[in-house]
């Protein structure tokens, strides 16, 4: 019986555990050097489709088939970020596919 009643303080995380807030940034860090030019490209591609899969699911389109590049490109405006390419536009919906 012991282990069943379990305290509230003995399920907290571990004390030398980094825990993250979800409204801090994370520090950023630079990117590694000495890459080829495409994979800065795609890294890049893929960190503005994530904030924007982020900011469509915030805004409750969940589907991929709710979201048309002229959606995403003004969801892009919203948050202050340039508009997406088509690619990233196919990618957004990619991960809103993915995401459920």
């Known amino acids: 019986m012991a282990a069943i009643s379990q305290t509230a303080s003995s399920r907290t995380a571990a004390p030398n555990s980094k825990l993250i807030e979800?409204?801090?940034?994370?520090?950023?860090r630079p990117l590694p050097a000495g890459r080829p030019r495409k994979w800065y490209v795609t890294h890049n591609r893929r960190l503005k489709a994530?904030?924007?899969?982020?900011?469509?699911?915030?805004?409750?389109?969940?589907?991929?088939?709710?979201?048309?590049?002229?959606?995403?490109?003004?969801?892009?405006?919203?948050i202050g970020i340039r508009p997406p390419s088509d690619s990233t536009c196919r990618l957004v919906r990619t991960l809103l596919r993915y995401s459920r």
């Not at 979800?22 to 950023?28: A, D, G, I, R, Y």
């Open 22 to 28: 979800p409204f801090v940034p994370l520090e950023k």
């Open 50 to 78: 994530m904030r924007l899969t982020i900011a469509m699911l915030d805004s409750g389109i969940y589907l991929p088939n709710q979201a048309s590049n002229e959606k995403i490109r003004r969801t892009a405006d919203l």
